[in-house]
């Protein structure tokens, strides 16, 4: 059976079935693990190819090429690592926050460098936009509406822009990407209140 991760954890993984949707806890089988060294062997987005242990539970027996991939490479060992934070994405949206925490153009730069380097499409997402003036928030995000960034101002808290970020990740797979604090988890449930998409 093939399915995707949804969820990984302390070495499971949480496949949904592609046929009946059906989730099941699995561990990666020990031959898996012996290859593939320089990059993370499964992670949340890989197709993998599953079979059933007892109910409820599986065995990720094959883990399937990754189309894309959101991933930062590290140094590890005299050379580097691939960590791969999310496979099979089509669309990272880079979020910051308008204040608290304040952004910094140098750490958005860098995470829109980071969705290049794996050539994903970006949008920019400037959040919490009930707590500064319009102006303030141009002022910071406006540069990169300027060099062809879709720059989205949202607000999960009066719910400002969520109908045009739901517009914008509508039939894809998408990741947000950002700094600690500054809404990704509130926007994603904002998201799902919303009904799918
Ligand atoms: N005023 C305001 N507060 C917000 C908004 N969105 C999120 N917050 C608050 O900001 C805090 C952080 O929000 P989270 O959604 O947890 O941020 P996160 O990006 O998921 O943070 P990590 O999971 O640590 O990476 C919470 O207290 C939220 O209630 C917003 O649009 N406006
Ligand atoms: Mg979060």
């Known amino acids: 059976m093939n399915g995707t991760i949804m969820r990984a954890q302390s070495g499971f993984f949480w496949v949904q079935l592609d046929e009946t949707d059906e989730i099941l806890r699995c ?18 987005g890989d197709h993998v190819r599953v079979t059933k242990t007892v109910p409820g539970e599986g065995a990720v027996e094959e883990v399937f090429p990754r189309e894309r991939k959101l991933s930062r490479k590290s140094p590890k060992g005299g050379g580097w690592f691939e960590q791969i934070i999310v496979a099979n994405v089509d669309l990272v949206l880079v979020t910051f926050a308008v204040a608290h925490p304040e952004p910094h153009v140098r750490m958005i730069d860098r995470f829109l460098l980071v969705a290049e380097y794996n050539e994903l499409e970006a949008v920019v997402i400037a959040n919490k936009c009930d707590l500064v003036m319009d102006s303030a928030a141009e002022e ?24 045009a970020v739901r517009h914008r990740i509508q039939g894809k797979i998408s990741a947000f990407s950002g700094p600690s604090g500054v809404g990704k988890s509130s926007l994603s449930r904002s998201q799902d209140s919303l009904g799918p998409g």
């Open 27 to 44: 561990t990666l089988r020990g031959r898996l693990k012996k290859q593939r060294q320089y990059t993370d062997l499964a992670v949340i």
């Open 140 to 163: 910071t995000f406006g540069i990169y509406a300027q060099i062809g960034y879709p720059v989205i101002y949202t607000s999960a808290t009066t719910g400002q822009g969520i109908d």
